[in-house]
Structure formats: C-alpha cells, structure tokens
C-alpha cells in the first residue's frame, strides 16, 4: 500500500507490514555502521517521516549516501515504531528509488536552515516546500474549505462572479483595465506608440475589485448567496496588508439588517477559526512557536468571545479621550486609520470589535443611508494584530434614496442600469460582506507579511512567477 507522509505517522499501517511513501528529501544524516537517516515531507502535514536506509540496500553508496535536499524517493519499507522522540513510526527502507536528483546541490535554494521571507519570495516556485510555506497552505486550505462548509450548511448557495467586469464596485477607481490587444497587429497613437487604451471588444472593461454588485443579483433571487475568488485593486500601496490580487469571501443575505449582517460575520469567523484549531494543530503548533506565540491563543478568543459591538460615533470619542497621540489626529468624519483600529481592538476592548454606521462621505455608494442623513449602515470587523479584516454594509435597497447618492457623489445613473433595475424590480432591504481572506490567513499563522499568505503574491514590483 502506498500511504502519504501524514497517514504514516498517524499509524494508518501497523508496525511491521510494508509500505510505500513518496516524497521530497528534506534532511539526511549519514551514520559510520552504514546506515543513513533521511526526513522526507509531501506536504501532507507539518511532521517529516524518518526513512533509515541501510548498506543492505544495492544502490546505498551509489545513490543514497549521495541524496541532498530536495531530491525526490519513493520508498518501500516496514513500518517500525521509532526509539527517538517526537515521531511514533519511522521505516525501515527495503528499496529506494530515486525519482529525480538535484541538480546543482551547492546552488539549490531551499536549504534546510532558517530562509529570510524576502529570498523565499524571490524563490516562489519552490518555497511551497519550506515548513513556514507548507504549514501556511495547509492552513489556508483548511480555512477556504471551512468558508465552503460554513455556508453550505447554512444554505447558502456559492455564485461564480465574474472576474472581467464594467462595473468599479467600490467606486474607488482602483481598477485594472482589460484590453484586447492582439500582438501581431498593435493598434498605435498618432506618435507611433502602442495605444493601450484599446478596449475590451469595444467597451471598457476592468479586473474585479468585489464581486458584490455581480451578487446581490443573485441575493435578490435566490436569498442566501456568497461569491468567494479573486478580486484585484490597483491600489499602489506598498504594505505588509495590501496585494494587488487577493481572494475575497462575500455572502450576501436578502431581508437581513445591519445587525443579523454583524451576527452572520461573526458566526462565520468562529466557525472558521475553530476548523484551524481542529485540523491544523500540527501547523498552528509550529507557527505559535516559530512565528508569533500569540496565534492560537488569538483564534481561540475569536470562538470563545462575544465580539464587542461599538458605534463609529463612540469609537472617535474614545479615541480623542484615549490620550495617545495617534500619527493621524481623529475627528468625527475621518476615516479610521490602522493605528486607531488596533488601538480600538487591542487596547480599549481588547478583543474583535464590529464598528458600525460610518459617516457617509467615507463610504462606497451602495450602503444604505441611516434616518439620521449623516451616517450609512457599514461596518468592519476590527481584530487585535491586524485591523480591519471584513468591510460589509447593509445596501441602498430605495431607487430613489441611491439615485441621490449617486447624484450627490458625481456618479453616472446609466453605469449602474442593471444594479438600479435590482431595486426597480421587486426589492427587498439585504447586507452583505467581505472578508479580506488574505489577512484572515496572516491573522490565523501570525504571518507578518501578506505575501507570505498567497501561493504568488501579485503587488507592485512582483508578478514575476
Ligand atoms: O472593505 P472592502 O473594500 O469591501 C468590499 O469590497 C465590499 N464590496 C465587500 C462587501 O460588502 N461585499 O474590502 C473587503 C475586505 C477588507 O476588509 C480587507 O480585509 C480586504 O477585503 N482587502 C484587501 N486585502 C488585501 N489586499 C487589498 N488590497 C485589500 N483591500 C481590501
Ligand atoms: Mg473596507
């Protein structure tokens, strides 16, 4: 039987029956009684499998003592309960076969000693198989399969929105334009240079910044929707919390208010976080030891504590009477910077907050506009260490209250036809959210930087991979 590094360890095959395991090399220790100890990973959990080959084996000297990091085997061996402390089963080879040798041993860069995150991410297509990258991909996939879940159960129905759009859903004209360029025969400017304005068959088109409008079409049909994929802001902001391409997770609940919206984010942030601590204790082990010794306990705290509800109107109070002296000095209208949310989130409650009902004139077009003509119907989740991680708001569901807005904001009615047809035909009041799942993986392994969380990080000066 063949079986994976993980269901090894976790004695899927008892001691003493034979087995397959196939794998990278990560570490191999050579012994003087001829033998030698070689740690192979495939990525199905965080612990590496010990193989101890021997001078028995035909091809010991001629291949295994020569074995470096990296190298790919398959190995054929008995499963042997191990004398050495943290691993309950090793094997003992019987055959090994290389697949593939590394070429140039001296220049391969994953050695197995402590990488800076900036080389790894010079090194992307192989950095997936450090411990730091294969621990952060196990525990984004735990979270993105618990979102499916989560909704799921629930009867949400999953929308696949478009990625390629005419719409700016933010209203924050951070797009990235499509074009159809045919390279064989460029269209240029009367200087000769290629004219990139060239446009998507003939209209204007742009990469996605939210899929949102796209599924509130859906919300008002089919009631409980969510998209979750790529989104992309051509926002040029070069900081350990911005990408040019990331992945958001956006329900969208007909006949629900602001504070079901709330409920609803914070339901499935708790459902989420546990999954991690349920499934990846393995990773989630390593990243509070190595990289922040905080992070379980924080999604700990996210299932186990009320979030905190807080008006934005109380939040800029206490933050002019905190007495800190912020970079940014704060005033009612101001939009919260990341240094007032942290302190709101780690200092004043000291655990997630859900601010709500933003001044208007800080917020997108489409959130619903309070009794008071000041403030709309938002909110973000604030969580200590990070800040914002969920922007969502309940939605302008009267035509003629969101045709002022557009108005008063300089919009243009006709780009938003089919959005304003949602609220001619049959509208019904609805809220929504996204979470920025980028950060929500940075937050669950305390991983600094968010290029550290996606496969290929897309940001400014980096798409090279
Ligand atoms: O607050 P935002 O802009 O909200 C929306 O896009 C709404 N359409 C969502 C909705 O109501 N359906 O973005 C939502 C979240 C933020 O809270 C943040 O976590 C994340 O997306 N985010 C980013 N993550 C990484 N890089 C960026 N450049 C991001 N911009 C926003
Ligand atoms: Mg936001």
């Not at 942030?269 to 204790?281: S, T």
């Not at 949310?341 to 959130?367: C, Q, S, T, W």
Request: aromatic content about 10%.
């Amino acid at each position: 039987t063949a079986l994976s590094v993980a269901e090894f360890l976790a004695g899927k095959a008892s001691a003493g029956s034979d087995v397959t395991v196939k794998g990278w090399v990560r570490t191999k220790k050579d012994s003087k009684g001829g033998f030698s100890f070689i740690n192979i990973h495939d990525g199905s959990c965080f612990g590496t499998l010990q193989v101890v080959a021997d001078n028995k084996l035909p091809n010991y000297d001629s291949e295994v003592t020569k074995l470096t990091t990296g190298c790919s085997i398959e190995v054929f061996g008995t499963v042997v309960e191990s004398q050495g402390k943290g691993q309950s089963f090793e094997m003992q080879a019987k055959e090994l076969q290389v697949l593939g040798w590394v070429e140039d041993p001296a220049t391969y860069p994953i050695q197995p000693k402590p990488h800076t995150m900036e080389f790894l991410r010079e090194n992307a297509h192989l950095r997936p198989r450090t411990n730091i990258i294969g621990a952060m991909t196990r525990v984004r996939n735990s979270l993105a399969q618990a979102i499916h879940r989560f909704h799921h159960q629930r009867g949400f129905n999953w929308i696949h929105t478009p990625l390629i759009t005419a719409s700016d859903a933010e209203g924050a004209g951070e797009l990235f334009r499509v074009s159809t360029l045919d390279l064989n025969n460029l269209p240029r400017t009367d200087k000769g240079d290629i004219d990139f304005s060239q446009d998507f068959f003939g209209k204007e088109a742009f990469l996605t910044v939210s899929g949102q409008l796209n599924v509130e079409s859906y919300c008002l049909a089919m009631s409980k929707v969510y998209t979750f994929g790529p989104t992309f802001r051509a926002e040029n902001s070069n900081t350990s919390r911005h990408l040019a391409e990331f992945w958001m997770v956006e329900p969208e609940v007909a006949f629900a208010k602001l504070p079901e919206n709330a409920d609803l984010a914070e339901s499935m942030l708790k459902y989420i976080c546990k999954a991690v601590l349920d499934e990846r204790q393995d990773d989630m082990a390593f990243f509070a030891q190595r990289v922040d010794k905080t992070c379980i306990s924080r999604l700990e705290q996210i299932v186990e504590q009320d979030f905190e509800r807080m008006e934005y109107t109380d939040a800029v109070n206490i933050l002019k009477n905190s007495g800190k002296s912020f970079e940014y000095p704060v005033e009612w209208g101001v939009d919260l910077q990341s240094e007032h949310e942290r302190y709101l989130a780690e200092e004043h409650v000291g655990r997630p907050i859900i601010l709500m009902n933003y001044p208007k004139d800080i917020k997108a077009f489409y959130m619903r506009l309070n009794d008071d003509e000041k403030t709309v119907a938002a909110m973000d989740v604030l969580a200590p260490g990070i800040g914002e991680i969920i922007g969502g708001s309940e939605r302008e569901e009267r035509l003629d209250v969101f045709d002022a807005r557009l108005n008063a904001m300089d919009l243009n009615k006709d780009d938003y036809w089919w959005y304003r047809d949602l609220r001619r035909y049959g509208t019904v009041p609805h809220s929504g959210f996204g979470l920025g799942f980028e950060r929500m993986v940075a937050y669950a392994t305390g991983i600094k930087n968010i290029r550290d969380v996606i496969p290929f990080p897309r940001a400014p000066k980096s798409a090279e991979f």
